[in-house]
T-cell receptor
Framework: EAQVTQNPRYLITVTGKKLTVTCSQN?????MSWYRQDPGLGLRQIYYSMNVEVTDKGDVPEGYKVSRKEKRNFPLILESPSPNQTSLYFCASSFMIAGYNEQFFGPGTRLTVL | EDQVTQSPEALRLQEGESSSLNCSYT??????LFWYRQDPGKGPEFLFT???AGEEKEKERLKATLTKKESFLHITAPKPEDSATYLC??????????FGPGTRLSVLP
């Protein structure tokens, strides 16, 4: 089954404790992206990657890191989480070809930073 | 700065009462305008992509249209299962997506 998976689905942590949220897709998509979703603000892009070893900042990259060492995986790293990073996070992937670049989203990771 | 806005913020319809959702965009070098449906607690689900002004796409009770400044999602004779948040997003030449805040649709039986 074609899908985007994220782990963990729920995470409660404390300020400053480094964490990683994993994202994996099995559709051979070049493009992968991370978003956060907050009430009233909608989905905001954090980072995106157009292919292996190619990453770029989205609209809200501060406090986050990413890496793309393999095509299928795109982990999101919070080196020193803070309470303002409490949010619902989505990973998404798509092809780069125009006409086929609709994004497929993962199920989401709900993060709470105390 | 690229921006996407949506109206109304929330919409309540009776079953069978047709209406339209609006998405206004200012996206430099727009490469595509996307519509997604999102159910509570789930990731967005792709509905349509529109690429040029005048383009229209249909799927069941939904029809999406695009002008140079706006996109509309028309819902004909909606059913309660159409209740969801509808998101639109612009995809620009910088290869990033800009989402609107969404319209929360409730269809009452």
């Amino acid at each position: 089954e074609a899908q985007v998976t994220q782990n963990p689905r729920y995470l409660i942590t404390v300020t400053g404790k480094k964490l990683t949220v994993t994202c994996s897709q099995n559709m051979n998509h070049e493009y992968m992206s991370w978003y956060r979703q907050d009430p009233g603000l909608g989905l905001r892009q954090i980072y995106y990657s157009m292919n292996v070893e190619v990453t770029d900042k989205g609209d809200v990259p501060e406090g986050y890191k990413v890496s793309r060492k393999e095509k299928r995986n795109f982990p999101l790293i919070l080196e020193s989480p803070s309470p303002n990073q409490t949010s619902l996070y989505f990973c998404a992937s798509s092809f780069m070809i125009a006409g086929y670049n609709e994004q497929f989203f993962g199920p989401g990771t709900r993060l709470t930073v105390l | 700065e690229d921006q996407v806005t949506q109206s109304p913020e929330a919409l309540r319809l009776q079953e069978g009462e047709s209406s339209s959702l609006n998405c206004s965009y200012t996206v430099s070098g727009l490469r595509g305008l996307f519509w997604y449906r999102q159910d509570p607690g789930k990731g967005p689900e792709f509905l349509f992509t529109l690429y040029s002004a005048g383009e229209e796409k249909e799927k069941e009770r939904l029809k999406a249209t695009l002008t140079k400044k706006e996109s509309f999602l028309h819902i004909t004779a909606p059913k309660p299962e159409d209740s969801a948040t509808y998101l639109c997003a612009g995809y620009n030449y910088g290869q990033n997506f800009v989402f609107g805040p969404g319209t929360r649709l409730s269809v009452l039986p």
